[in-house]
């Protein structure tokens, strides 16, 4: 049964939907290459099954947050082709450098302790490694600040000189591309184009420049430059709703959650719900269980406002979610023990979607599909 109807609760993941954003991504950047993201294990849906499904759709590219997490992507057990390129950008000091240099990982490098440690690894592996300088356009976040460019740049072509680096990429990330118009995007393209511009003028030579994530790829073609770099478009969730719904971006959701009702009863009215009994009900009626709460990413302050589709009708959160359950109010409805109860999913079954519970929790929707917690088997169609 793929759908795991003798579970508990289950996400299940449409490859098929993933590799179709892919495809309308790589539409929407013609002549940029694509790295599919997949840290946080593939946004929560999987990071070694969306891995290969992107690759099947043409990404050749894949990024990682975590050196952990990019150095499972080479594992031969992950099924990620040897020739698809894998970019790893949250290093700290003493990291597995020289594991990555050795599984040809390109190295993301923001400041100077990076570019000794990354160097260090490459005489020891006795192999160059393979090294994306990373500016700070504006995010103020990770990457090199302008006024300290022309040293990194400086030590990563020295070290380029001793065969013991190749900089292969020169990269940034955006701050506000989700808020088309902000006046931060344009500031960071100009600054990106002059430090990419510095680098190559002192001799840098790299395969790519990239700075576009899912917005930017979907609504800022002049940032594509050679690779775009989307994540939560690839899952078909929507950055934000000031870009669009995933149906208006022609993407599909590739998450659908779902729950068995595991008790179903009839209570009077007057009866306080859950934890702190923030919901009473209001007269007679039916209450149903759902098996999933706050340890499975269901967020907690969804209390009150998640929405559960339940034999085709929204209800609501009622009272608390609580670690491992919450109550949802079936108005008399008696489903059954074992009713389907959706959580959210593509929508076109008239369930509600990851923006639907993104809103009713004060979050975003990457926030609600990557907490989903790994007590929740995924199961893939
Ligand atoms: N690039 C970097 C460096 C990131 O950290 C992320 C995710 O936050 C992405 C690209 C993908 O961003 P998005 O999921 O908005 O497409």
Redesign the pocket.
């Known amino acids: 049964d793929p759908h795991g109807a003798q579970l508990r609760a289950r996400a299940v993941i449409d490859l098929a939907a993933v590799r179709a954003n892919v495809r309308t991504l790589r539409e929407r950047a013609p002549r940029a290459a694509l790295?599919a993201?997949v840290?946080a294990d593939g946004?929560g849906h999987g990071a070694a099954p969306c891995a290969r499904a992107a690759v099947e759709a043409g990404a050749t590219w894949l990024?990682a947050?975590t050196p952990q997490e990019a150095l499972a992507l080479r594992e031969p057990g992950s099924g990620v082709p040897a020739d698809v390129r894998v970019m790893c950008?949250?290093w700290t000091p003493g990291g597995p450098w020289r594991e990555a240099v050795k599984a040809d990982i390109d190295v993301?490098v923001s400041g100077f302790w990076a570019l000794d440690e990354v160097v260090a690894a490459a005489r020891a592996a006795g192999r160059p490694a393979r090294v994306q300088l990373k500016a700070d356009t504006g995010l103020g976040r990770?990457g090199c600040q302008p006024a300290d460019w022309a040293e990194l740049v400086a030590g990563a072509l020295r070290a380029e000189a001793e065969g013991l680096l190749k900089v292969t990429g020169l990269?940034s990330?955006f701050a506000c591309?989700?808020e088309p118009g902000h006046p931060s995007i344009a500031a960071q393209l100009l600054t990106f184009r002059e430090m990419v511009a510095y680098a190559e003028a002192q001799g840098v030579e790299p395969e790519v420049r990239h700075i576009a994530?899912?917005?930017?790829?979907l609504t800022l073609p002049e940032s594509h430059f050679d690779l775009v770099?989307?994540?939560?478009?690839?899952y078909g969730v929507s950055?934000s709703p000031e870009i669009g719904t995933p149906m208006e971006l022609g993407l599909r959701p590739a998450m659908t959650l779902t729950a068995s009702l595991a008790l179903v009863k009839n209570v009077p009215g007057g009866h306080g719900v859950s934890y702190g009994h923030h919901y009473v009900t209001a007269g007679a009626t039916t209450l149903g269980l759902v098996p999933l709460g706050y340890a499975d990413g269901i967020p907690r302050h969804a209390s009150g406002g998640g929405p559960v589709l339940v034999e085709g009708k929204w209800r609501t959160v009622a009272g608390r979610v609580a670690m491992d359950q919450f109550v949802v109010d079936l108005g008399g409805d008696e489903p059954g023990e074992g009713a389907e109860a959706v959580l959210f999913g593509p929508g076109d079954r008239g369930e509600p979607t990851a923006e639907d519970w993104a809103q009713a929790s004060g979050t975003i929707a990457?926030e609600i599909v990557t907490r989903i917690g790994s007590r929740v088997p995924r199961l893939y169609v």
Do not use: C, E, F, Q
């Open positions: 790295m993201v840290k946004y990024g947050a950008w949250l993301s990770g990269w990330h591309a989700d994530n899912s917005p930017a790829t770099r989307p994540g939560i478009a690839m950055p990457y």
